[in-house]
């Protein structure tokens, strides 16, 4: 087997279209990612798609449409399940060489010979008796309605490399099963595709969870038979895997963990990926940096060996302070998507003010729709003045000096100075606690909406 391109570097990331994307696969892709455009390389998405029950297209649209939104590119796709030839030809290649044998157990005599070492105190590994059987005894499974699947037959070597986050791994082969790569029903399983993949698309990093450790080890071993010559070069590095803080399974939240549901919340792609890109590292959470700024921080040295812990209550509030800093510009597109149109000076006014992007559509309701105001705690007298100061003055708000002189004729009429006048007229103009700067707002409100507040509230006050 060749590998693709050679001189080139890639990575990949490669996702199984079984569900929607959640913050620990971001995290994998964006790791990634920021890796490929610091190093130079090229950035293979990979669609680990042999479980064709369980793998959708519209997982996959999903998966491209999110990696989009994170600003993730691509340089080329691939899809395993249209692969399967090739994997077909690395099993033959394997079983010319003797390192792929079938067997006949069925899955509970497995799970019994696994019950019986444990209680021995034994580690649970695959026995190999498959491997004495003649062809005779083959045969005659066979013929007994028995349908072989294939193990790689490991070298019982120590297994070492040097893991770019975690040092150097060693791994005795001797502790490990010989892994399963062809199922019963003839379909090669993750361990064998993936190998076949990075070979032959010529991967140089391979950046993934340290749960795929032990997959490590004995790939390894099936890199070097696919690869006796040892053209190609894979250096490995895992990252440890995130914990919620809650203490629950991220598996058992990935439905409000998945992208979608936060962009849905209205959390901005660069508050997930600079918070991703600096959990559990040693890089202090910054909500001015750009995806460029990521690249240039990012080193897989500074990922600790530590368990980071993710609690999305943390993301919200680092979310806020991102979006406060955003410009018009790099909010449009998502505000688009969203269904919120709003002109620039609206976002300067209010982005501040928001916990997420669909605090947008609040203020605007707010400012330009009907809000529900109540303000039984006013009285008749206040209402009346402010609407007869709003009568006084000049068409619109939209200069500081006509709101100035509201203010003023209003504290004049009613007496009312400070907080007192400021509350209860923000209560009066918008039903709100606290918000943008009132002059701000009132700018956006203008005159018209604004009487037509005050004498809706003296109606309801009146009755
Ligand atoms: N589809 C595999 C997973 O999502 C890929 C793992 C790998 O990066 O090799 O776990």
Known sequence: MQPFRMGMKWVRFAPSPTGLLHVGNARAALLNYLYAQQEGAQFLLRIDDTDTERSKPEFVEAIKHDLGWLGISWNRIEFQSA?????????EQLRSIGRLYPCYETPEELAFQRKALLTQGKPPVYNRAALTLSIKERKSLEEAGRIPYWRFRLHEDRISWEDGIYSTRIFEGTYASDPVLIRADGVPVYTLASVVDDLEFGISCVIRGADHITNTAVQIQLLEALNPTGVAHISWAHYPLFRMRSGEELSKRAGSMSLQ?????????LAVNSFLATLGTSEALDSSLSLEDLIAR?????????????????????????????????????????????????????????????DVARWKEICFGTPFLETPEEDLSFLKACLHCAENASDTFADSSTWESFVKELSQST????????????????????GPELHVLISFIGRTRMMERIRGQISATAL
């Not at 209550?313 to 909010?331: C, E, G, T």
């Not at 400070?418 to 606290?434: A, E, K, N, P």
Request: aromatic content about 10%; proline content about 3%; hydrophobic content about 35%.
């Open 83 to 91: 692969r399967l030839s090739q994997y077909k030809h690395a099993a």
């Open 261 to 269: 549901s936060l962009r849905e919340e209205g959390i901005h792609p």
């Open 415 to 434: 007496g009312r100075r400070g907080r007192h006048l400021f509350h209860s007229l923000r209560r009066v103009l918008t039903g709100q606690d606290s």
């Open 298 to 358: 990012f080193g897989l040295t500074k990922i600790n060996l530590a368990e980071a812990q993710f609690d999305p209550q943390d993301l919200r509030r680092f979310n806020q302070h991102v979006l406060s800093k955003l410009s018009f510009k790099a909010v449009e597109t998502d505000l688009y998507q969203a269904g919120i149109t709003i002109s620039p000076e609206f976002w300067v006014a209010v982005r501040e003010n928001i916990n997420s992007l669909k």
